[in-house]
């Protein structure tokens, strides 16, 4: 450190207890490949103090992602109820760290994403009067590019849905079904934005949290039709069809997508780093350029 301040003497535990296992750059799906150091001078807790940087290029390992949607998993936080609190202080066994992801960076990261098609399919029964119904539903989709916004990240995605209906008439007498019919359901969804934040877990099985991006997904208003003329038992509860599948299929399909584009950036304990624990406090959002997390290190 090149300039004088109360913090040069300062020795973070953090780093001085702290051995890199031979793993340390594969994270979940990339590669962190080291490109140099770069310092700056700056303020820290309008004290003057130098920063030393680690600069790095990532590389997608182009591994098929997971669900992510483990019952080690608990409560999710988004980024904006996360600040940093004023009363904060700087003690010699924590210190804050700081990491910053390029737009560039977070495409690569998410390259699997945009070259694996995901299929979700789900169904469900529902009846009026004498006629019952199974609904099947369908969805492919699969990422395009990553966008980075002022407050959070978004993602368009290209997907094509559909379904089948597979209705019949319950005869209360002799309790056996007739008129069996089936039909296809067309959905038409013009657009769908995965709006992502950056959310800090807490995996029971490591005992520690993890850093991810959650997405939020958003689906314009879908356009769901039953295929050719309606013959009965189907004209029966056409009209709930369509209205529980824009409700209840796409909420399933919703629930599907987020849980299957959950993107971990760091694992607990930064993949098994010995004295290492990083526990999120902040995101900020620089449009058409990066993001960049603000978390405590501790030796816990």
């Known amino acids: 450190m090149h300039v004088q301040s109360e913090f040069n003497t300062v020795v973070p535990s953090v780093f001085s207890y702290t051995e890199l296992p031979n793993t340390w750059n594969y994270l979940n799906g990339y590669e962190a490949i080291f490109l140099r150091f770069a310092y700056d001078e700056g303020l820290l807790e309008i004290e003057p103090s130098g920063y030393l940087f680690m600069l790095f290029s990532v590389r997608s390992l182009m591994a098929i992602p997971s669900c992510s949607c483990s019952s080690s998993i608990l409560e999710d ?141 958003v689906f314009s208003d879908p356009n769901v039709e039953i295929e050719g003329l309606l013959p009965w038992p189907i004209s029966e509860i056409a009209e709930m069809v369509i209205k529980r599948y824009g409700s209840r299929a796409l909420g399933k399909i919703k629930e599907n997508i987020n849980n299957n584009m959950t993107v971990i950036l760091l694992f607990p304990r930064f993949n098994g780093m010995p004295y290492f624990n990083f526990s999120f406090l902040r995101a900020d959002f620089f449009a058409d350029s990066s993001v960049v997390i603000t978390g405590r290190a501790s030796d816990d």
């Open 77 to 217: 936080t988004r980024s904006e109820d996360m600040a940093i609190s004023r009363n904060d202080v700087f003690e010699e066994a924590d210190t804050w760290v700081t990491i910053g992801f390029s737009q560039k960076a977070f495409n690569d990261i998410l390259r699997p994403y945009a070259h694996f098609v995901h299929r979700y399919d789900g169904k469900y029964t529902l009846g009026k009067d004498i006629v019952s119904a199974t609904v099947s539903h369908w969805m492919q989709y699969h990422a395009g590019e990553l966008n980075v916004l002022s407050d959070r990240v978004e993602v368009q995605v290209s997907a094509n849905a559909g379904g089948e209906v597979d209705a019949y008439a319950q005869d209360r007498i002799f309790l056996g079904g007739f008129g069996y019919k089936a039909a296809k359901i067309n959905v038409d969804i013009n657009k769908i934005t995965l709006k992502g934040y950056i959310f800090s877990r807490y995996n029971t099985e490591w005992r520690a949290s993890e850093l991810s991006i959650k997405p939020d997904v």
